[in-house]
């Protein structure tokens, strides 16, 4: 227990000091999460808060289409909760989409042809992100226009309920911090092998160990409790920016929550672990661990849900630990809901890899110094 | 003695893993991954699961919805189909589906369906039939969940379609209409491949500015490599201009990789012959280089050169419009989004492109990252020591 | 005749190219300096490693403090204390605090302020350990080494790359182990550390003992030899003419002539007119006894330091 303590003592007060670690540790989640909940955390990308104001559009009636149809554009474009803005030329409108005057955020140019009416929708380039939703929005108002200029009647009505598996409702905002969370946990532990096992035997600091009493499983202990401990200390910031500064609401299963925060930190320590027995040098095993990152932070369903990928990416995407990592915590965060079982598999899964791999890869590293 | 000196840096840079790897690697990798994510969101690939209950039996209601529903399954072998379907029977069963994640929505066709679609057929003429006596389909949906939140509007459109085909098989005259869409601002051959190239590229720029050309320079300060150099006749400019041409090296080695490759897998449209574009990316280049100067003129090490270049590219990056527009976004960062240069650049960069007209007056793309290359020189300039001392 | 500490018999340690350490013997006593000396390459880290504990041996036999081991165990290690040939410790800790994280892996230690004083680190004790400089580095890593009272100190190469001020210091500290009746086992390239400190020296080369003696008794089996040394550019026929008097053949190192001779009078004086006969310029000219830099040469044919 003395040694134990000695050892774990001095690499908590060098964690500590470590400033290069403590960004990547701490402030680094903390920027993830205060940019992209600024910049995504009150927006998707496929949905529109029905509860929120109209949606302005503007929108030119060209002379081709005679007679007057206005008032069916007010009538169509209020059912649809949307505020037109009726605008004298093509150019006008282009502008206010461009420039978006008077809060307008697409425009729609209607004419006729022919007897065919042509509803053209126009987004401004700048806004990438919700072209998809306006255009779903411009098929709804030509739709709805159709109807009530024939008079006609919905013969299929279409009631949508949108069920909540989860005690709170849950926000966009809550998705990412659940997304962020897992990031954290995945730096922490790919890392922390590969520094302690990885440059300490590099520096020769674990050669100058062997030389005492000094066991393999108290350094590996030590070194592991000294990750979780700053990985917690991560997790606990990430939770109260969350709450103070996007009011976050979630729910946390503080057991399943810890479960997966254990099963998730040792399985990716035993990951990084397997970069340093493959690549020997800890550099390149730590640039293999950030690529590795990297892919899993785009591809995990953390960012972008899995279901937008091309199929074959999906399968790839549902092999990376990452995925399961972010849909654990969403669950023990009460912000999504997977099957008991499921859970309980993966965390299985997380730990039996983990349990074999890292004392493996502990042995590994101290046979390779004794020669 | 200058080319000498040149080619030493290249050569120290090439042998460098991690340079190859961050500098000239991972911007294809970055730009296949934004290109595939986002080039698929409603595009061809998208497929969703489904539960149906039916619970209609037979009937015309039925045979339409039948139609409708064969036209979108996979079961029918239609690779590009939109839903995966699987008919249930057990509500209880389906809903725990749907909690579960194994579908992403449910749809059910209530028992009186072919009741009411056939009173509406039939008697709509005669007397109006209000909503609650039409025929409903009936959605469930998880809405916090984009897949299911998409899918739901995505059903909710056919049924809306099949409302119209329903209403022509009834002689009902409906106006025909025709739809299109026309981004303002942006080229007629706009593609997504397009937009990420021109963000990439100048990701790739800052990349080597920052952290290659940042790095480097505070290790060679820290190792006294410059004050070894300096007590020969060798010039200060004449190393710092080798230091700064072998780093645009670099940038123009990642440009052409991005570029090939984009290309040739992608079918970027980038016009190599744009002279516009070619200074663009030299004011980028140079904007990259100085914010490298800078981060070394203030950093003591390569670790804190390192984390310093991270802690100013990471929002720089994010908020400057490389990979998704800013301009809409909260006031709480949109101050930042405007005295990000990286802003302008990216702006710049497309607009310079012929690819999309940007927000921003045409002189701010050229006036901020001067302004930004000047203030950064400046500094560097005054805190710059070559010996390495503080 | 004082007692064993550490016997050592056919120790071996083999990589796939290179035969490290190739079955070598040797013993050494309670309260004595005992240096492995050699050139880079011989095999004294390895040795020292084995003994230690850092490396395992492909054969041989380790007699620590009467207990016979093939490799050291853990109890062993309680009674050693190791300076390693380059030592880094965890970062960003102080002085003291690396001291009391290594006092607290042993069950016995001595108050980490005397080992600090000790090694006179004393006003260096609350500053980061990377901060310090190349010979308080090694001090630090010495301290280390004596945190747990050993009774048998490994000092692997102390004081490569430091200063001849630090190095005395270190020397410094080795003369007070004796003093204390520590048993000091160190290894060095440098032959004036292994005759300024050592009780017993072990010449390695290629990984095999070539010779092992006192300082003194490795001299003396040169025989009466002096060395005659001077700097001046010599023709060969100047050469061969040297070479023709009561001398054994006659050395270079550079521009520096070194002639080994028993007779010093005869060759000294003979030289002395030649030069002025010739007028041949000898810069710094001068006599001095045989040192374990010659040891080496005459058994191995070539420098400590080539």
Redesign the interface.
Known sequence: MRIFRGIFKAMFKSKLRDKASLFWTLAFPLMFLVIFGLAFGSTSTTSMNVDSEETRYAIFIDESVGGSVQENILDVSGELNLKPLLAKSTEDVEKSVKEGLDGVEFGVILSKSNDVWSFEGLYDAADMNRQQLYQSLVSNLANAFRKDIAEFETIIEVEIRDRQFTKEPVTSIGYILSGVIAISITFSGLTAMIVSFGFYRKENIIKRFLATPLNGSSFLIADLLNTMIVSILSILLILVIGKLMFQVDFVMNVFYFSITFLTSMFLMMGIGGMFLLIFREPNAAMNTANIFSVIMMFFAGVYFPIGFLPNWLQVFARLLPMTYVAKNLRFALGQDFIPLSEFWLVNIIFIAIASVSIPFIGRSIFKLEKG | MKSVLLKSFIKSGLRE??TL?WVLL?PL??FT?MV??FS???GE????NMVLMDRSGEGM?TT?MDQVLEGISSSTGNKNALFNIREMSDEQKA?EL????KT?LIVTIPEDFNQQ?NK??FF?KLS??E?ED??????????????S??S??I???I??Q???E??KR?G???????????????SEE?NYAD?FFAGVLVMAFFSTGLFNMGINLTLFKQRKIFKRFSATPLSKAQLMSSAILSNLFFMMIAFGLLLIYAKVFYSVTWNIFRLKSILYMLLTAGLAISFGYFVSAVSKTP??A??FA??LF??MQ??GGLY???????P??LWFVYINPITYVAAGMRESMGL??S?LPNALHYVVPLIWICGMLLISLWRFRWDGDA | MSEKILEVKGLKKYYPTVKAVDGINFSIEKGTVFTLLGPNGAGKTTTLEIIEGIKNSDGGEIEFFGDKMKNVNTETKEKIGVSLQSTNFIPHLKVKEVFELFASLFKRNLPVEDVISFVSLDEKKDDLVEKLSGGQKQRVAIGCALINDPEMVFLDEPTTGLDPQARRNIWGIIEHLRERGKTVFLTTHYMEEAQELSDMVCIMDHGNIIAMDTPEGHIRKLGERNYIEFTAKLSSQEIEKINAWDVEEVEFEGEKVIIPTKDIHGVLEKLLIWAKEKDVSLKDISVRQPNLEDVFLTLTGRRLRD
Do not use: C, H, W
């Open positions: 893993r991690e790897f991972f990798i970055l991954i595939l994510i698929n969101m409603g690939d998208l497929s969703f209601g339409v809903l749907l909690k579960e994640q992403d679609f509406v057929v709509s109006r039939i909503a039409r025929p409903t389909v009936e959605i469930d949906r998880v809405a916090i969940r984009d897949t939140k998409m739901g509007d059903m909710e459109q049924i809306s099949v409302n119209f329903a209403a009834m009902i005259k409906l106006p025909e209409v025709d739809m299109t869409n026309r981004v303002v601002g942006q706009f937009y670790n804190s390192s984390g991270n802690v990471f929002p994010f908020l998704f527009p800013v301009f809409d976004l909260s709480v960062v999309m007209e927000p």
